[in-house]
């Protein structure tokens, strides 16, 4: 009865405050959905996986909620890449800024940007800094735009490397000279 009485009350404060609206896209556990309804208990949830979820309110009103399309209707994302070292990074840094800037959901203000982020055990590492409006559907932009990267990194000679450990084995000292005979 407590959670019940609980979930009502984050109803009642949730459709007077406005915080969370119907069609905002929200994130509440590491889940992505867009607000379908909101009802005095619970409220729908669609999941990018086409998936309705029945959500009491008081996890609006108890846990950390992130409101993707509260204050505007873009956000940021980022693609991280790493190339081989001996890249020639300004074209690195090309590459990165035409495969954004073709993609029709990237928005052009703001404009995609590219940094250097550090110098890698195994790669140069890049970051692909995107703004787009397809916020409930961005992990399909940014593997259309993973897919143009690698198509024009294999026509500039751009190599994205795998990891790479040396491995140095050294023999014991006396690992021959446990062997006994018997006789």
């Known amino acids: ?45 669609e999941t990018r996986d086409n998936i309705m979820m029945i959500m009491p309110n008081s996890k609006f009103t ?33 590459i990165l800024l035409e495969c954004a800037i073709e993609h029709p959901k990237v928005t052009d203000d703001p404009s995609p940007e590219v940094k250097f982020i550090d110098f890698g055990d195994s790669s140069l590492d890049f970051e692909l800094l995107i703004f787009s ?28 490397p795998f990891p790479q450990r040396d491995i140095h084995i050294k023999e014991a000292a006396n690992a021959g000279k446990d062997i006994i005979k018997k006789g």
Do not use: C, P
């Not at 693609?79 to 990074?89: E, H, K, P, R």
């Not at 409930?136 to 190599?159: A, H, L, P, Q």
């Open 62 to 94: 108890g846990e950390k909620v992130i409101n993707w399309s509260h204050t505007r209707h873009y956000s940021r994302f980022n693609i991280l890449v790493g190339v081989a070292y001996g890249s020639d990074v300004k074209l690195v840094r090309n």
């Open 1 to 45: 009865l407590q959670q019940i009485f609980n979930d009502f009350v984050s109803g009642i404060i949730i459709l007077f405050e406005g915080t969370i609206k119907v069609g905002e896209i929200i994130e509440v556990e590491g889940i992505v959905g867009i607000v379908r309804s909101i009802g005095l208990r619970t409220s729908e949830i």
């Open 133 to 160: 409006e397809n916020m409930f559907r961005i992990e399909r932009v940014k593997s259309d735009i993973r897919f143009m990267i690698d198509e024009k990194f294999r026509e500039n000679g751009i190599k994205i």
